[in-house]
């Protein structure tokens, strides 16, 4: 077993070196769900088949300790020198493989279902989300908000709280399903949405529009254009540039349902399929999205984004948002 497990842990390093240095891309869900399993093997090992071994070559080293006192008490040896709680102790002591497979199976188990069903934490790795959320922010997911998924193949299996729009949503990537983002949604199934001349209009209602005070980004040490939008009841602030048209850098990519939106110089008015949502940055100049690559299906959600647990360069930052 000692072999095998050392072989177990080989294959780990070797797939967590390739997946650091970019030779694949890794699934940690995947890994987590694996680790389980196998830690649990481990476990249920040591539970039901080592631990009463070793149990029982434990008591037949104190079966054996006694015989002996008592043959040397008939010989009138009274003073006999034992270690038998050292020896006893060596007995029991789980060994290094056991200690780093069956010891690790409650955390990795508790890691594994707080993850899968309740939070689970992401970085912000671009500013299309900005001023919402900016690059560094180490963020909260729900995972259970939206319903309750299968790990791995995220599968629903309950139906919780329906996407509403403003939901600051983390998903799947639909071009590349191994990647998750995370952008804003706008419209939801059935919507028909246009945006254009940087406003956005759903179902024929402009989202209301306030202007607030100029947005500076770090990045690029410059002043944006900041306003307050407005969906229902929900007010966040996006980023504009109303230099450039709405249509800057926009390319008609869908490789579905690219008949559900039209693209013109001013923007690009869609209508959502069925079980599918259309999203965007905050950063609306400065986020490649839906307008970009398509729709997000139900299947591709991974949870609703609510906290900002740390920021390690502006700890200001924590906190909720909208």
Request: glycine content about 8%; proline content about 6%.
């Amino acid at each position: 077993m000692a072999t095998l497990t050392g072989i177990l842990y080989a294959c780990l390093l070797f797939y967590g070196a390739g997946w650091y240095l970019g030779r694949w891309t890794g699934n940690f869900s995947l890994l987590l769900f694996i680790l389980t399993l196998v830690t649990l093997g481990y476990w249920l090992a040591e539970r039901y088949v080592f631990l009463p071994r070793r149990l029982a070559a434990a008591g037949s080293i104190e079966t054996q300790d006694a015989n002996r006192r008592a043959e040397l008490q008939r010989m009138g040896i009274t003073q006999v020198d034992s270690n038998l709680a050292e020896a006893r102790d060596k007995v029991l002591a789980q060994p290094w493989w056991l200690d780093w497979t069956a010891g690790l199976f409650p955390v990795i188990l508790i890691v594994f279902v707080l993850r899968s069903f309740l939070f689970e934490p992401f970085k912000i790795p671009s500013g299309s989300m900005i001023p919402t959320l900016e690059i560094g922010d180490l963020i909260l997911v729900n995972k259970f908000h939206y319903g309750v998924r299968l790990p791995v193949i995220n599968k629903k299996i309950i139906d919780n709280n329906p996407v509403a729009r403003g939901d600051v949503m983390v998903f799947r990537y639909p071009v590349d399903p191994s990647i998750d983002f995370i952008k804003r949604v706008v419209a939801l199934p059935g919507d028909t949405l246009t945006y254009a001349n940087q406003k956005l209009t759903v179902n024929g209602v402009p989202a209301p529009l306030e202007r607030l005070d100029d947005y500076y980004e770090e990045d690029r040490r410059g002043y944006s254009p900041q306003f307050r939008e407005t969906f229902g009841d929900k007010p966040h602030r996006i980023l504009v540039e109303p230099r450039l048209p709405s249509s800057y850098g926009m390319r008609a990519r869908l490789n579905k349902h690219a008949d559900a939106c039209t693209y013109t110089a001013e923007g690009v008015t869609c209508t959502v399929p069925a079980g599918h949502y259309f999203v965007m940055g905050d950063n609306r100049d400065n986020s490649e999205d839906s307008r970009f690559w398509g729709f997000v299906p139900d299947e591709n959600i991974v949870g609703r984004a609510f906290f900002v647990w740390m920021n390690f360069g502006n700890v200001k930052r924590i906190g909720s948002f909208q």
